[in-house]
């Protein structure tokens, strides 16, 4: 409506504009050519406003409005019906399509922790239905996927029983391993793809296991020119610190007291705070002294890195 009030102001303006003034029963027109090139330009205008206005599509937005209004009403509907086979699954508690109903229904009203329950009642009736392990999976992922950890897992590997040689169900448990950023079990699902006889195409998965196996052992050679490790030794504990950029923690920390600080060494994999975290392929080596011999809020910062990448890196001279 609003494009033809436009175009309707458009035309007035430029009738206005070509009426000859003190004349106010005759218009008259200048030239007739540009009347001509201003009507094709009023032409395409008009035509480029329809066109975005939304007239044409007016039959696909009617069907799109009934389609929603089809969709709310369902779930209306769902609602009114979610109390009624409660009740009838209070009277029969062993009707598996009924918990798997109430569960599915759940979802559409996004009742998620609810859902979860009558899966599980579902599943404890009868586990015999992959695609019913994948909606709980997924229903289970989508609450809290690291604390509902045991129960995916658990689940996962019933999925795996009922076709060991199903690429698509692995890809799913790495998916989730690697979204809540679990090494140790990206690594076990990769291993057992490796050995899974049933499965056939798995370079891919060799590549990527190697390539995690690399990536838990590092060692970088730390070597201290002469001038700085006369102002290290000034005190009692030098902490050498290696931290992922941009993280407030460290990956890995050396300690030497003063008098056994050694001008070449090593920090490597024995030095990771947590164990079986993988190797950041960023960080920078941060020096700090101390007269205590266990980290505290007196400590002095001496030195700070550029970027190392341990992946390149085998030495690191600090001049």
Same mark, same amino acid.
């Given at each position: ?92 508690? /062993? ?5 798997? %109903? =109430?569960?599915? &229904?759940?979802? #559409?009203? !996004?009742?998620?922790?609810?859902? $979860? @329950? ?47 040689? /199903? ?5 799913? %448990? =790495?998916?989730? &391993?690697?979204? #809540?950023? !679990?090494?140790?079990?990206?690594? $076990? @699902? ?130």
């Amino acid at each position: 409506m609003i494009y033809l009030i436009i175009i309707i102001i458009i035309t007035l303006y430029f009738f206005l504009f070509f009426k000859n003034i003190g004349e106010n029963s005759e218009i008259s027109f200048r030239n007739n050519k540009l009347i001509m090139v201003i009507l094709f330009f009023l032409l395409i205008i008009s035509g480029y406003f329809i066109n975005n206005s939304g007239i044409i599509n007016q039959k696909e937005y009617s069907s799109i409005l009934n389609q929603h209004y089809e969709i709310r009403k369902n779930i209306s509907t769902i609602k009114k019906n979610i109390p009624i086979l409660l009740v009838k699954l209070q009277d029969e508690p /062993d009707y598996y399509k009924g918990w798997v %109903m =109430l569960a599915k &229904s759940y979802i #559409i009203t !996004d009742q998620l922790m609810e859902s $979860s @329950i009558a899966y599980e009642r579902a599943l404890s009736l009868k586990a015999t239905d992959p695609v019913i392990l994948e909606e709980f999976i997924s229903v289970l992922i989508k609450i809290d996927p690291k604390s509902n950890k045991e129960k995916i897992l658990k689940y996962f590997n019933e999925l795996v029983l009922f076709n060991k040689g /199903d690429l698509n169900i692995y890809n799913m %448990m =790495l998916n989730y &391993s690697i979204d #809540i950023n !679990d090494a140790e079990l990206t690594k $076990s @699902i990769l291993s057992d793809i490796v050995s899974n006889p049933e499965i056939k195409d798995k370079d891919q998965y060799q590549s990527a296991l190697n390539q995690m196996d690399k990536s838990d052992i590092f060692d970088l050679r730390v070597n201290i020119t002469q001038e700085n490790y006369s102002s290290l030794i000034k005190y009692n504990y030098i902490f050498f610190i290696l931290k992922e950029d941009g993280s407030k923690f460290p990956f890995a920390v050396v300690k030497f007291s003063n008098n056994a600080l050694p001008k070449i060494f090593s920090i490597n994999s024995s030095n990771k705070m947590i164990s079986d975290s993988m190797i950041p392929k960023s960080v920078r080596l941060y020096i700090k002294g101390s007269n205590q011999p266990s980290v505290n809020n007196n400590m002095y910062d001496i030195y700070k890195s550029d970027i190392i990448d341990l992946s390149q890196s085998e030495e690191y001279i600090i001049n």
